[in-house]
């Protein structure tokens, strides 16, 4: 698969909702299966339980089911990150707090885990991004170590790169990472408010976003991910948006939230008096935003999906861009102009 | 720098705070108390808590995280008196969960005590009648021209100002009318998407724009100007000291007692009533009066601890949970255990204090919470008062031993029954040696033990 040239974006319009509270609480991020099940990855610190991995029906929003629970034991998870479906359909989790990874399968059942706590080669410290390339190494974004590393599937060190620090390639509590098809590496750096891009061993190629809340700005910036096109989504935790660059890190538009209500929250409300007459008395504008997201993920469809983690509820976007070849467009010109034909 | 220096350091930093480590006290001590004390009063001087970490660890919650966050909040902030002060108008405006149920309204309510707690009185005040779970929790919502509720008009003066005995039904009946309209608007129900803040509304159709006599003045008056003279009238100065007093310096009989039974301070209160009178309400001008007073150095150890208080207190003595880790829902626990549920007292009137904190139950709460968090050796504030000891001599008698163990959990005074016990422990295996890895290991146990019979004693229980 190339890339395009360059694209034609027509547009990339709110598809849907999935999900509501008590079934998707706080989600920190997203997987979906070929059969389309949503998979959510919640996390809060309450009392009780506080992670638990979601399951619901892409077509009509039903809840099918919570897997994993917390804990330390085999498939648990207590202060779960990001997840991952691998080749084989399973599901791998990073845990900061139990600094391992962990394989499940998509019911629920312990597949595996690796990872030790420490600064060594292949020990982990709040292990929170991570990311396979296409041989199905693992990048693990290592966060306290501020560093990433690349490990085997099964958790054998490979190379490791990242100091603490604001420079090019050093990181300040470094947090999602992608790769896109060519191997290349994208890390959010949290802290310095920027993404940092890598070859896949590590050397630096460029970093986009500046701390602030302007158009390409970054405040604290979560998950990122890449899609076929090279163009760049990162999760803005702190502006409650999501925005994208383009393979050459060029902010191109933001996404601040459009959710509708989805099917369960509709049936919900459909079912309760009260709440319907508050809802109805209310301003819905903030309804519609995203709440602090923690990481956004791409299909091969071209559907976005962001984990609206202070609104329990995964939000779902439409690409829609035409590929352009060489010969359909222009070169990019050294500078901008007023004439247009 | 000598003991007395220290113990008074330690002394402010219970009181203006929530306990401190040995090392911060040492530094504390070595400065000029009065420069201590204007550092508690400039919050702004020091950096917040570094709200981007806690958010990215600890992440949002539903009713659990406000106050466990708030907790993390108390043992890692840097401002201790701001935080300090938000717990005290908890406890004066006392405003619960239960009837709400909405966090987000909570939460925005601790962030104001945050935000104002230390600036003046007319302006915490208006702060808090604009204030959205204020309203609720005492049915301003519910109070309308024609129809008013006199909920809030009530508490505001009985509660939050004057005290009961300052002011007559009519100042009730007019302080309410002029809060009418003063109301939020309807957030975004909880199902199916989560909390959504609610914020002030006024709304002059249902405002009694009429005219109001209120503790002798007449006028056109709304919301606003019944602050205004509540917050001059001595009553309020006295209140507000008396409510001081019993946080920060000494226990009082409970709020429903101080019509009848006077202050156990009087001095005391006059000075702070006069510091709040010369400074038209400035909380930094009554606080700096009230810690930099005689009365306050020597009222050491004259309180019962809250357990929001002993909790963060043994978690500044152990030093963990300085940056976000799992399980800080467990303090949360402790504290509602103990009987304190932060963000959900059992009434207006908030909770009973001193010797009130203790029970039977509460007791052993207290007692057990303190031996397990201080047991567990390879904490740092733990291995801190191990090496202390060890560097303070090869080999201890078994006075030197319990000595350097009370100086360095406290400085801690005891009296003779507790002594008693703790030296009875100390000789119980001869004197504290160092001089080989086996004695350093026997003797590290010895200490942890020492420390957990030192908090499990009477006086831990105090502040």
């Not at chain 1, 990048?139 to 054998?156: A, E, I």
């Not at chain 2, 001087?45 to 570094?50: G, K």
Request: charged letters at 25%; proline letters at 5%; hydrophobic letters at 40%.
């Amino acid at each position: 698969m190339t890339r395009p040239y360059a694209l034609l974006r027509a547009g990339f319009p709110y598809l849907k909702t999935v999900g509501m509270r008590r079934v998707v609480d706080f989600p920190v991020d997203v997987a979906v299966t070929r059969d389309m099940r949503v998979f959510a990855l919640c996390r809060f610190e309450g009392l009780a339980g506080s992670a638990k991995i979601a399951r619901v029906a892409w077509e009509d929003d039903a809840n099918l089911g919570d897997i994993s629970s917390t804990g330390s034991g085999e498939g648990q998870v207590t202060w779960p990150v990001q997840m991952l479906l691998d080749r084989g359909g399973n599901l791998v989790v990073s845990d900061e707090a139990l600094h391992r990874i962990t394989f499940i399968t998509t019911e629920g059942e312990f597949v595996g885990m690796w990872g030790a706590h420490g600064s060594g080669d292949g020990e982990l410290d709040r292990p929170s991004g991570i990311a396979f390339d296409a041989d199905e190494n693992l990048y693990v974004v290592d966060t306290m170590n501020h560093r990433v590393q690349k490990l085997t599937k099964d958790g054998r060190f490979i190379l490791k790169w990242g100091t603490f620090g604001d420079g090019p390639g050093q990181f300040d509590m470094p947090w999602g990472i992608a790769v896109d098809e060519l191997g290349d590496v994208y890390v959010s750096d949290w802290r310095n408010d920027r993404v940092q891009k890598f070859t896949a061993e590590g050397e630096f190629i460029f970093e986009l976003g500046s701390s602030g809340s302007g158009d390409g700005q970054l405040d604290r910036p979560a998950g990122v991910t890449v899609d076929g096109d090279g163009d760049i989504y990162v999760a803005d935790s702190g502006n409650d948006r999501v925005l994208l660059f383009n393979a050459d890190g060029r902010y191109v538009e933001k996404f601040i939230g459009d959710a509708t209500l989805s099917i369960s929250g509709r049936a919900y409300m459909l079912a309760n008096a009260k709440p319907l007459r508050l809802r109805d008395m209310a301003d819905i504008e903030p309804q519609k935003r995203l709440r602090s997201p923690r990481s956004v993920r791409v299909d091969g469809e071209g559907r976005m999906f962001i984990p609206d983690y202070g609104s329990f509820r995964v939000q779902v976007y439409q690409k829609d861009a035409v590929p352009l070849s060489e010969e359909e467009i222009i070169a990019m010109p050294r500078s901008p102009t007023l004439q247009v034909t | 720098m000598g003991d007395r220096d220290l113990a008074l350091a330690a002394h402010l930093m219970r009181r203006a705070g929530f306990g401190a480590s040995r090392g911060e006290l040492e530094t504390l001590a070595a400065r000029p108390y009065e420069d201590v004390v204007g550092d508690l009063l400039r919050p702004e001087r020091f950096p917040e808590v570094e709200e981007d970490l806690v958010d990215r660890y600890y992440g949002w919650d539903s009713f659990h995280g406000p106050p466990a966050r708030w907790i993390y909040r108390m043992v890692n902030t840097r401002r201790p008196l701001q935080e300090k002060m938000s717990l005290f108008w908890h406890h004066v405006f006392a405003t619960a969960f239960f009837k709400s149920e909405h966090v987000a309204s909570l939460n925005r309510q601790l962030q104001m005590f945050q935000r104002v707690g230390m600036s003046d009185m007319r302006t915490i005040l208006l702060e808090l009648s604009r204030d959205p779970a204020m309203i609720y929790w005492l049915d301003n919502n519910e109070n309308v021209s024609g129809e008013p509720n006199e909920n809030y008009g009530r508490e505001l003066l009985e509660l939050f100002s004057m005290g009961a005995g300052n002011y007559t039904e009519d100042d009730v009946k007019m302080a309410a009318r002029a809060f009418t309209g003063w109301t939020f608007a309807q957030p975004i129900p909880l199902y199916p998407h989560g909390h959504y803040d609610a914020r002030f509304e006024y709304r002059p159709e249902e405002h009694d724009d009429s005219v109001k006599t209120f503790l002798g003045e007449t006028g056109r008056f709304d919301g606003g100007d019944i602050i205004d003279i509540i917050v001059r009238q001595p009553a309020t100065a006295a209140f507000i000291a008396r409510h001081l007093y019993n946080f920060f310096v000494a226990d009082e009989p409970q709020v429903p007692a101080w019509p009848i039974e006077p202050p156990r301070d009087p001095e005391a209160i006059r000075i702070l009533v006069g510091a709040y009178l010369d400074s038209d309400g400035d909380m930094r001008t009554v606080l700096n009066a009230m810690f930099t007073s005689d009365f306050f150095k020597e009222a050491q150890f004259r309180r019962v601890k809250s357990p929001a208080e002993l909790v963060t207190g043994v978690l500044n003595l152990v030093e963990t949970h300085r940056t976000p880790e799992p399980g800080i829902g467990v303090y949360q626990a402790a504290v509602t255990a103990m009987g304190q549920e932060l963000l959900n007292p059992p009434t207006v009137e908030g909770w009973h204090t001193g010797k009130e904190w203790i029970d039977g139950g509460a007791l052993s709460e207290r007692v057990n919470f303190a031996v397990n968090e201080v047991g567990d050796g390879s904490k740092p504030g733990i291995q801190a008062i191990v090496r202390r000891v060890s560097e303070s001599g090869s080999e201890l008698s078994p006075e030197e031993f319990m000595s350097v163990c009370l100086s360095l959990v406290g400085p801690l005074t005891v009296g003779d029954e507790t002594r008693a016990a703790l030296m009875a422990y100390a000789e119980s295996q001869g004197p504290l040696r160092f001089h080989t890895e086996a004695d350093e290991e026997a003797s590290a146990r010895r200490i942890v033990r020492m420390v957990q019979l030192i908090v499990s004693s009477m006086e831990y229980q105090f502040a």
